[in-house]
């Protein structure tokens, strides 16, 4: 099943490419990995010349977010670490990546990193996330790809890939 065109998902402050002041993060999944591509503008200006430490945050969010879905689950982020090391500059390409490290039923945890394309580690995360009720990923399902949200418990691996389409 392809996104619709109308989704809310593309209003999203991370990923979305409709919003005009979000990250626009360009996902792509591998196994249950997720890996994105953004490019902080003045918009998101901490100091002078430099990202608000909430971005680089926001961006670590969502990357996690993302891997949730590839390992198959709908869930929501309960608790998040940054360890800023590095200032995210403005008007660079950045890569985001996340992956679970832990399932535990209700529970997962994953980690994140935000780097340069030359490979320097500007932030990192780790998270817990909860996973929502059944019905509640069933209307999520609906909501986020149409039709009567048959894949409760989130999106597999063709229905992630093709969101960041």
């Known amino acids: 099943m392809q996104e619709p065109a109308d989704s809310p998902r593309r209003w999203c402050f991370g990923c979305g490419d409709r919003n005009p002041e979000g990250l626009h993060i360009d996902f792509e999944i ?55 090391r590095r200032p995210l500059p403005l008007r660079e390409e950045l890569l985001v990546s996340a992956e679970v490290t832990r399932d535990r039923g209700r529970r997962l945890e994953a980690e994140a990193e935000v780097r340069t394309p030359s490979g320097e580690v500007l932030a990192q995360a780790h998270g817990l996330f909860l996973r929502v009720p059944e019905d509640r990923a069933r209307e999520l399902d609906a909501s ?9 418990g989130g999106l597999d691996k063709e229905d992630v890939s093709s969101r960041s389409s």
């Not at 100091?47 to 945050?57: R, T």
């Not at 986020?144 to 409760?152: E, K, P, R, S, V």
């Open 30 to 84: 591998e196994g249950r990995r997720a890996s994105g591509r953004f490019r902080p503008r003045e918009t998101h200006q901490g100091w002078p010349g430099l990202a608000h430490g909430g971005v680089a945050a926001a961006a670590l969010d969502e990357a996690m977010g993302w891997a949730m879905y590839a390992a198959g689950a709908w869930a929501m982020t309960a608790r998040m670490e940054v360890k800023y």
């Open 144 to 152: 986020f790809l149409g039709g009567d949200g048959a894949q409760a």
